[in-house]
């Protein structure tokens, strides 16, 4: 069984940067797609990142977010992170990763973390 735990997220001021984790322990996340999606406050769950299994490609639906986010992970740590640059308020939410075998873009993830806030204010 995979179990997913994010950690990372913290209080920013706009302009600043900020690396989630998503530490996996069971399987090797190179066996699934991880994504990234946040939540902010009467809003929906919306992904905006996704590490291909394998190829490690990187999918991000939102193109205003291409320069912003930068997906990375480490094998041996089982780790997936996601690098979040110049902040702004509206990036404030939890944010939350997952795993599964189904396609990126998608949006079907079988396994989920608990969430890390991150907020964005001065």
């Known amino acids: 069984q995979l179990q997913l735990v994010e950690s990372g997220g913290d209080l920013v001021q706009p302009g600043g940067s900020l690396r989630l984790s998503c530490v996996a322990s069971?399987?090797?996340?190179?066996?699934?797609?991880v994504g990234w999606f946040r939540e902010a406050p009467g809003k929906a769950r919306i992904q905006v990142a996704c590490?291909?299994?394998?190829?490690?490609?990187?999918?991000i639906p939102d193109a205003s977010m291409r320069t912003r986010l930068t997906l990375s992970r480490d094998i041996a740590n089982n780790t997936v992170y996601l690098q979040l640059e110049s902040l702004k308020s509206e990036d404030s939410a939890v944010y939350y990763c997952?795993?599964?075998?189904?396609?990126?873009?998608?949006?079907?993830?079988?396994?989920w973390g608990q969430g890390t806030q991150v907020t964005v204010s001065s």
């Open positions: 997952a795993a599964g075998d189904f396609a990126c873009h998608t949006g079907k993830y079988d396994y």
């Open positions: 069971g399987p090797s996340l190179t066996n699934y797609h």
């Open positions: 590490l291909s299994s394998h190829s490690g490609t990187t999918y």
